[in-house]
């Protein structure tokens, strides 16, 4: 008999409900799935580092960098246990041999890189710092009101006030845990989940060409139907970026994936209608992939 799911994503993954959903998946697929080191963020909310895969290769998959993208939690965790659940069936999904894949690599996966952020896009808390503008509904930055994807020490002093990039480079404990686990694991390539455009940046010119960048974006463009962005080119708006550091850092592939094409698709509806907005058969591979192009 077909077991009952544990992840589905057409619901907002809360904080309580991604520890929850973890905690199950763990306990299911246990040998196949674990829980590694535990992060903290600025208003106290753990940071749940889910490792998939026995493998010695490490790829880094982020999910709700910004917390109104909190669709692209549920997307990483129904990754997990599709994968999973796919490597214990001789099945095959979607032409990878999961058994095999994951003997090979190990995905290591932060569903949930800015619960603070996720807990106010959804009404549930309130950020440190409020602007006249503040609307929880479309609400990006973490608990302090610093945008994480510009608090990386990656030519932060380019970072436009408007960015939000915080006080200094680094300056937040979620920017901070990202990196320890980044310096620990010595990722082969990462991948960080936004959800507006349905396209794959891959390339900066600060950075310049990264080896392996180009086939790891055009694979998943041609694999998963998702466009190419041109090359980031002004300083500006790469400047304190996580896949920008990334690749700064460790001169290896980092891509920022817009999971959701239609760029007008409300937040709350992206997550409602899950499948049909991630375009979900097609992107469901991504991780796989990505692995394969490297
Ligand atoms: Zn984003």
Known sequence: MERKNIVDPNYP?????TLCAIKRL???YRGLLRIGETGSSEQG???PLLILGTGKRKLFLLGSIHGREYVTTGYLLRCAEEYAHSAQCPK???GFDLQKLL???SFYILPLCNPDS????????LPEHRDEAFCAYTYKNNGRNVNLNANFPFEWQAVPKERQGGDFAASERETRFIMSLCEKH???????????????????????LVPYDREMAESISRGCNLKLCPETKEKKDCAGG????FRYRYNRPSLCVELVSDETAPFDLACREFERYTDWERTRLIPLVSAKAL
């Open 13 to 17: 993954y809360t904080y309580r409900r």
């Open 26 to 28: 763990v306990c299911r």
């Open 45 to 47: 909310r753990n940071i």
């Open 92 to 94: 095959g999904y979607g």
């Open 103 to 105: 003997l090979e690599y």
């Open 118 to 125: 996720v807990e106010i896009a959804l009404g549930r808390a």
């Open 186 to 208: 010595s990722f082969e390539a990462a991948l960080s989940f936004h959800t507006r455009g349905g396209c794959v940046f891959w390339r900066d010119s600060v950075n310049g």
């Open 242 to 245: 996580f896949e920008n550091w």
